[in-house]
């Protein structure tokens, strides 16, 4: 009985650091292939708003994009 219980928990235990471990490496590969944004997409973003960035405000904005992630 108290080894059924064991079993169980430590199966639980082990599936959830294996789940983690695993959702956590797709992530990471995917958001490596495919970044939420990049600098083509802030330069954009700024033309839209009526603004003619230069490379320097770009990379602010990169820099400060990366300190979130």
Known sequence: ????????????VIGFVLGFVLARK???KYL??????NEEMIKALMMQM???PNQK???Q???SMQ???
């Open 26 to 28: 797709f992530m990471m």
């Open 50 to 52: 009526g603004r003619k």
């Open 1 to 12: 009985m108290l080894v059924d219980i064991l079993q169980v928990l430590l199966g639980l």
């Open 61 to 63: 904005m990169m820099k």
């Open 57 to 59: 405000q770009i990379n």
């Open 67 to 69: 300190k979130y992630m």
């Open 32 to 37: 490596k292939k495919n970044p939420p944004i």
